[in-house]
Every structure is written in structure tokens, then in C-alpha cells.
């Protein structure tokens, strides 16, 4: 079965700054899609950014980006410029291409933006 | 286009009773997943559903069953509701199962 593990609970930033979030994964399978959804107080859960496995070249969204690292398993994701808008709890999730919806999330990471 | 609705948002229930949730997935989109949200236990996988048909189910009780119709509105039930089952139950849509899913405000259910 896969897994998804987020190892920071909590994080800080300062407006306008750069933060990172981390995620690592285990899994037998060689392809699957990997994502970062976002969840602020209001609880809607929303798409931040996509991955597909078997494409090298790291996904970005404006002023969101990830680090995908196949081999050892990561999905690290970079938010620049950060606003206090980006506050809210952040969750890495992997899905199987095999024909199923099924998202395996971590356990979150709940992101402050300091002003 | 309006994004993915789920009715009732807020319930209050007793143990022992069962309830039943609503989810009205975006236009045109024919994929359908629920997802149980506690503190304990985070996100949770409950089922999947695709043109009227489950074709996926996580590990939950047989309490928990759902449905899809044929305009693709799905509805979740819990029989015998347990104080472990207050949760923020999620809904979520895509185009079909290669799309990514976009999710619903959820229905936050109590159990006394």
C-alpha cells in the first residue's frame, strides 16, 4: 500500500518569503500522479499544483513549484513571495494511474505567514 | 461553472441514527469520491464512484455505503452512527478518472 508522509506539522514564514514544504512517499509502482492541495480555515480543499511521475521536469504553478525527486521518493513544495493569503493547511497526495480516483494524503502541514 | 456543492453543510445527529449526504458534482463531470476528515486520522479514502457504478472502497465499515445516479449526484449514508464518525466528510469530482479531482465545501457531521 502507499504512503504519504509530511514531517513538518507546523511551519513559518515572513510575508514575501520563500518557504518549503516536504513530502516523501513510498510506493512499488513506477508511474503515478503526485499533488499538493491546500485547505484554509474556510476547510474548501483546493488544487495547488499537479505532477505526473513519468515526466522529469518539475510542475509549476505561478508562484508555486515543486521538487520532484523520483528516486529517493520526495515532492517537496517551494511557495515564493509568500501572502498571507497562502495561510492554510497544506496536504501532499498520490494517486495511481491505474484507473482508480483514490487519493492517499499525508498528514498535512499547517503553513503561517507572519506579516 | 459552479464548482462541486455538498448538502446538508453542518449536521447534528445521535448515535444510533443514520444520515444521509448529499454531493452535486460540477457540470459534466462523471467521477465522484468521498473522503472522511478527523483530527485523529486525517483524510480518509471512503469510495469512488463512476457513471453510477463504485469502483473503488476503502477500508470502512459496511455502515458506511454510497450511490451515484445517473446525472452523476452521489449520496453517502451512515447507518448506526458512532461518536467516531463525527467528521468532516469531503466530496470530490473530476471529468473522468484520469483528471485530477476538485473537492467540495464538505459537510461537517456531529454525533452526540
Known amino acids: 500500500a502507499q504512503t504519504v508522509t509530511q514531517s513538518q506539522p507546523e511551519m513559518s514564514v515572513q510575508e514575501a518569503e520563500t518557504v518549503t514544504l516536504s513530502c516523501t512517499y513510498d510506493?512499488?509502482?513506477?508511474?503515478?500522479?503526485l499533488f499538493w492541495y491546500k485547505q484554509p480555515p474556510s476547510r474548501q480543499m483546493i488544487l495547488v499544483i499537479r505532477?505526473?511521475?513519468?515526466?522529469?521536469q518539475n510542475a509549476t504553478e505561478n508562484r508555486f513549484s515543486v521538487n520532484f525527486q523520483k528516486a529517493a521518493k520526495s515532492f517537496s513544495l517551494k511557495i515564493s513571495d509568500s501572502q498571507l493569503g497562502d495561510a492554510a493547511m497544506y496536504f501532499c497526495?498520490?494517486?495511481?494511474?491505474?484507473?482508480?480516483?483514490?487519493?492517499?494524503f499525508g498528514q498535512g502541514t499547517r503553513l503561517t505567514i507572519n506579516p | 461553472k459552479a464548482g462541486v456543492t455538498q448538502t446538508p453543510r453542518y449536521l447534528i445527529k445521535t448515535r444510533g441514527q443514520q444520515v444521509t449526504l448529499s454531493c452535486s458534482p460540477i457540470?459534466?463531470?462523471?467521477?465522484v469520491s468521498w473522503y472522511q476528515q478527523t483530527p485523529g486520522q486525517g483524510l480518509q479514502f471512503l469510495f469512488e464512484?463512476?457513471?453510477?457504478?463504485?469502483?473503488n472502497k476503502g477500508n470502512f465499515p459496511g455502515r458506511f455505503s454510497g450511490r451515484q445516479f445517473s446525472n452523476s449526484r452521489s449520496e453517502m449514508n451512515v447507518s448506526t452512527l458512532e461518536l467516531g464518525d463525527s467528521a468532516l466528510y469531503l466530496c470530490?469530482?473530476?471529468?473522468?478518472?484520469?483528471?485530477?479531482?476538485?473537492f467540495g465545501p464538505g459537510t461537517r457531521l456531529t454525533v452526540t
Open positions: 464512484y463512476f457513471s453510477e457504478t463504485q469502483r
Open positions: 457540470s459534466g463531470h462523471r467521477s
Open positions: 510506493t512499488s509502482e513506477s508511474d503515478y500522479y
Open positions: 497526495a498520490y494517486r495511481s494511474v491505474k484507473g482508480a480516483q483514490k487519493l492517499v
Open positions: 505532477q505526473e511521475a513519468y515526466k522529469q
Open positions: 470530490a469530482s473530476s471529468l473522468n478518472m484520469e483528471y485530477e479531482q476538485y
